[in-house]
């Protein structure tokens, strides 16, 4: 795992112990996904946060905002030491989903309810479309989303409206294959228009080629399956399923920050 997923999962850690909640295996599951969108894909930049041409990043599975934050600090947007020590009070505009209402950029949306993230960001898309803004739409989902029947009316209207300035990353964790089979993503979204790929999303150079093979402007919008482990860079979160909602003590900070140094 290379030194910069290390260190934004520890950062997470830190975050998750300082507010004393977060749902890590998920974070850790999109860290690598969402650095790549950052370091490598968005036109996006943190000294014009709210540049009228940026790139958009929706996070619709609001559970893994402590992804987000960590990310948003190695760009320079925002303060670890400010985060740290205001996060999940009641005051602080730092909370464990985001809140758009609190920021003058950065922050894109309001998380919370699951499936409204990818609704959200498929009207940017259009409205940008109507600007003829360069404008790209990126929104991070779960798969466990697409048991919600806004995802559906959302790759409807996306693909009517050929929004390729809108890509959707799945991250497969398999958080709900025990309970229901899709039946395969590839089929499905192919039939509803899109452009599909899939990808390791562990693997930050294969997401750097796909994401930009996926954002070829050809009428068609873009879904990137991106398949990952929950609690992916430390053994402990990928065996035991408690750290699905869990913060870390002074003790379990220390142990799981050596277990990513050592993954």
């Not at 795992?1 to 830190?14: F, G, H, N, T």
């Not at 360069?134 to 991070?140: A, G």
Request: hydrophobic share 40%.
């Amino acid at each position: 795992m290379e030194k910069i997923s290390r260190e934004l999962r520890k950062m997470s850690l830190e975050l998750s112990h300082a507010c004393a909640d977060g749902n890590l295996q998920s974070v850790f599951s999109c860290m690598d996904i969402v650095w790549t969108l950052y370091d490598k894909i968005m036109n996006w930049d943190p000294k014009k946060p709210l540049d009228d041409d940026r790139d958009f990043f929706i996070i619709s599975k609001g559970q893994a905002t402590l992804a987000l934050y960590p990310v948003l600090i190695k760009k320079g947007l925002y303060d670890f030491e400010t985060i740290y020590k205001e996060i999940g009070s009641f005051y602080s505009r730092y909370c464990i989903q985001t809140d758009i209402t609190k920021f003058d950029g950065g922050i894109e949306n309001n998380a919370g309810s699951l499936g409204h993230g990818f609704p959200f960001a498929t009207g940017i898309a259009y409205a940008n479309k109507i600007k003829k803004s360069p404008s790209k739409v990126f929104t991070l989902v779960g798969d466990g989303e697409f048991c919600e029947g806004t995802m559906w009316e959302s790759c409807l209207f996306a693909s009517a409206n050929k929004l390729d300035n809108l890509c959707v990353i799945i991250d497969d964790n398999d958080s709900v294959g025990s309970m229901i089979d899709f039946g395969g993503f590839k089929r499905k979204l192919e039939g509803f228009g899109f452009d599909f790929y899939e990808v390791d999303g562990h693997d930050m150079v294969e997401l750097e080629l796909v994401f930009k093979k996926a954002m070829v402007m050809n009428g068609r919008p873009k879904a990137v399956l991106a398949k990952t482990v929950r609690g992916f860079g430390s053994q402990t979160m990928t065996e035991n399923d408690i750290w699905f909602h869990k913060a870390p003590n002074v003790e379990e900070l220390k142990s799981l920050s050596q277990e990513v140094d050592e993954f």
